[in-house]
């Protein structure tokens, strides 16, 4: 009896490492530096001093005073109607980011019977909201990433079969655990179908590149940047992270494995490789955004399958 409990525990821990499969993963959470910068030209400065001093008029109880004010202001607009020098330049840092946020779908798969080595591939689809300070008339951005991404995944961990003495003492913890609880001794069917529900860990490294493209959206109101309701653009990124899988099993009165399904938590950064022109025109006018680096936590549900 105990020499046929002991096979059939050696069998519940001779089980692959990480499964080829498809999955879903979702970011919990994801972060962003963001840097704007640009330029406002002669006209547009001058377009918004002649639009304050309406506003002003305005909400003003004696709106007659301002006439004077909006009077000069159309006149310095007029004398540069037609110049593109730049009256003034900024710049200014923030950040964006999200909960939830990205939503992918993909496949991966492992080399070898080790399966040290192994790819992932993946549509992606997410968001992020922010802003950036000292950008004039800077209000709320918002993009939407989206795109193909493919990873290399190089394991440094994987759980490997277990030794005879290991499965030996797995066995006695167990007795002894049921024992001390309870005062009684573990029959061995109890014990077998106790030992057929295990889990298989891994961990390692992620290095992948994101291609696809970003659209953006900036509730800025200031003349000329407010005429923009949003820009697309070409985006490549490289990716970099840290990652742990851990895959469940059941083993039946054969020895046969059953693969349960499994799930792995990700934390890395992203790299972003092209700034957006959000809007620019031939009059000094000019508004740039630049995601530097994200950081994001991801969880992956691994689905059931046969290899």
Do not use: C
């Not at 406002?40 to 709106?63: D, H, M, R, T």
């Not at 005073?65 to 004398?79: F, G, P, S, V």
């Not at 003349?223 to 923009?228: D, K, L």
């Amino acid at each position: 009896m105990k020499k046929a409990l002991l096979l059939t525990l050696s069998l519940s821990f001779w089980l692959h490492a990480e499964r080829n499969g498809f999955y879903l993963g979702l970011n919990f959470a994801e972060g962003s530096y963001v840097k704007g910068q640009g330029s406002i030209g002669e006209k547009a400065s001058a377009e918004n001093a002649l639009n304050e001093a309406i506003n002003n008029a305005k909400n003003s109880v004696f709106p007659q005073q301002n006439t004077k004010a909006i009077r000069d202001a159309q006149n310095a607009l007029n004398e540069v109607k037609d110049s593109t020098k730049i009256a003034n330049r900024f710049a200014g840092n923030g950040g964006s980011g999200g909960l939830f946020n990205e939503l992918s779908f993909g496949y991966k798969y492992f080399l070898g019977k080790k399966r040290i080595i192994g790819f992932r591939h993946s549509l992606f689809f997410g968001y992020q909201l922010g802003g950036v300070g000292s950008v004039p008339g800077s209000g709320l951005i918002a993009f939407l990433p989206y795109g193909f991404n493919t990873d290399l995944l190089i394991n440094w961990t994987n759980d490997k079969r277990a030794s005879q003495e290991y499965v030996q003492r797995r066995v006695k913890g167990l007795s002894i655990f049921y024992k001390d609880m309870t005062g009684r001794t573990l029959d061995a069917n109890t014990l077998k179908k106790a030992s057929r529900h295990v889990f298989r860990k891994s961990s390692g490294l992620v290095i992948g590149m994101e291609l696809g493209a970003s659209t953006w959206f900036a509730s800025n109101n200031l003349t000329p940047f407010n005429q923009a309701k949003s820009h697309t653009i070409f985006q490549l990124q490289g990716k970099f992270g840290v990652r742990w899988n851990n895959d469940e099993y059941d083993v039946d009165r054969y020895g046969d494995e059953i693969y349960l399904g499994g799930s792995s938590v990700e934390l890395g950064v992203k790299v972003p490789a092209f700034k957006v022109n959000y809007y620019s025109d031939n009059y000094g006018d000019k508004l740039d955004y630049k995601r530097v680096v994200s950081v994001y936590l991801n969880y992956t549900y691994n689905f059931k399958n046969k290899h």
